[in-house]
């Protein structure tokens, strides 16, 4: 609901001096100053309206508040919406401008059980409104006090994420858990992929996830803000920061199972650990995609895919290059940024390390073990306080994010199945089957990580591990 602003009360003398100037007896308490004005300055005949003092808005006296209105249901409301339907829309044009600055919770009928709550308005240029609605020529028209209208976001309850609905050429319409024919592509496409190309489908799916690209006017409507940068940030961005933390998770565990689920020798293992290495790289430096980034280097970080040590000592051995890159840039460089020690340049960055600040809006949601560095008794603060402060710039930069990561994307042309292999919903068939994609989150993934414990000691018992 729209409310005005509490303005200091007129003295009696002066609210009856006012009363006998406009004509308004105390005693009429059944029309309202708007149903007079309208029934004095309205033609029925169509002539043209003059606007006068009486239809003026009255101003906020109070600096904390703009403009606002309180409107209760009244006789006068009917008088009003009886005598806007009887006009010519054609010949009023001015009218119309003038009932769109008292809001849609003016025009909207009574009985409507809908309710407007002040704390989830957010401004609009009237300007824009006006412009659609009634053409360029009457925006000019516009004084400057009546440029704001507001609407109510839209508070998202339903996830973006479709498993059971999804159809993918690499799967049959319902599948198992970690079907091996599945897997079996999967794995042939990332030994086959350039750690470049994966790089882009990723930051592309990400990004469009994330809603920094392909927003349309609709979706910031019902955002309430131009990027998802910001929707992160805000009450109502809960859905966004859970389907971004079922992403992460995601992909971290289908390319965790990739290098578990591998029933070839050592050396094939650290070829495919090697590859995710490159993507890794590829994802920080060439695409700035920090959360594409984080989601791969948790897959080589996973204690399961850590304590394998013939496959670790393996990639030394024979991708020397690709271990040194591994311990001593993508590991510390990762840190670092949990840490807030790190912060990427803005002119290369096409997704901001935004995971420390969903994981501490969403903690009561996390997945995973283990504890982030603010859980700990010596930087505990001071990396939260950085991580919030980082939150204010993200919600700031979002155009300047699209911007950087349409120009990384541009003239990219996607293939067909390695996009698939990295949409969310062709990784959750895969891992939870058609039927358990969509249970319960916690327990999908708690139940999983029993199953990639599993699969580490098939590869290496851990009576073999020093």
């Not at 990400?206 to 019902?222: F, G, N, Q, Y």
């Not at 991580?387 to 930069?397: D, F, K």
């Not at 999908?444 to 590869?459: C, E």
Request: hydrophobic fraction near 35%; aromatic fraction near 6%; charge should be positive.
């Amino acid at each position: 609901m729209v409310m005005w602003c509490r303005c200091p009360p007129f003295r009696s003398g002066n609210c009856s001096t006012r009363r006998r100037r406009d004509g308004v007896s105390a005693g009429n308490s059944g029309n309202s100053l708007l149903s007079v004005a309208l029934r004095e300055k309205v033609n029925p005949t169509g002539e043209q309206w003059k606007r006068s003092d009486h239809w003026k808005a009255p101003r906020s006296r109070s600096p904390c508040c703009s403009q606002a209105a309180s409107v209760t249901s009244s006789p006068s409301l009917s008088n009003l919406l009886d005598t806007t339907r009887s006009l010519p829309s054609s010949r009023s044009p001015l009218l119309r401008q003038q009932l769109n600055l008292l809001g849609p919770p003016l025009l909207q009928d009574p009985a409507s059980p809908k309710k407007y709550d002040y704390t989830e308005l957010y401004p609009q240029s009237y300007a824009e409104r006006l412009q659609a609605q009634e053409g360029t020529s009457a925006v000019n028209s516009l004084s400057l006090e009546d440029r704001n209208v507001y609407f109510s976001p839209v508070v998202e309850m339903v996830s973006c994420f479709k498993p059971s609905r999804y159809n993918s050429p690499l799967m049959p319409q319902e599948n198992k858990p970690l079907e091996v024919g599945i897997l079996r592509r999967v794995k042939e496409l990332l030994a086959e992929v350039d750690p470049r190309m994966a790089a882009k489908h990723i930051t592309k799916t990400d990004c469009m996830v994330a809603r920094i690209l392909e927003v349309t006017p609709e979706m910031k409507r019902k955002m309430g803000v131009s990027s998802g940068m910001e929707l992160l940030t805000l009450p109502h961005g809960q859905q966004l920061r859970m389907d971004l933390l079922e992403r992460f998770q995601t992909m971290a565990t289908m390319l965790a199972v990739n290098v578990l689920g591998c029933t070839g020798t050592t050396e094939e293992r650290a070829a495919l650990l090697h590859k995710i290495i490159q993507i890794a790289a590829e994802l920080k430096t060439t695409m700035g995609n920090m959360f594409g980034f984080a989601a791969v280097m948790r897959a080589l970080e996973l204690p399961q895919v850590s304590c394998l040590e013939q496959t670790w000592t393996a990639l030394r051995q024979r991708h020397t290059e690709g271990a040194i890159l591994y311990e001593k840039t993508l590991r510390p460089f990762l840190k670092s940024l949990n840490d807030g020690r790190e912060s990427c340049p803005l002119s290369s960055t096409t997704f901001p390390h935004a995971l420390p600040l969903i994981t501490l809006l969403e903690k009561s949601s996390t997945v995973g073990e283990g504890s982030e560095p603010w859980e700990t008794a010596e930087a505990g603060v001071e990396v939260v306080m950085f991580h919030l402060a980082a939150a204010r710039t993200i919600a700031q930069l979002g155009g300047i994010y699209h911007s950087n990561a349409e120009g990384r994307l541009q003239g990219f042309q996607e293939q067909a199945e390695v996009k698939e292999m990295f949409l969310t919903d062709f990784q959750m068939r895969l891992l939870w089957g058609s039927r358990g994609a969509e249970e319960n989150q916690v327990l999908r993934y708690s139940k999983f990580d029993q199953v990639l414990t599993a699969l580490s000691n098939r590869l290496e018992p851990p009576i073999t591990r020093r």
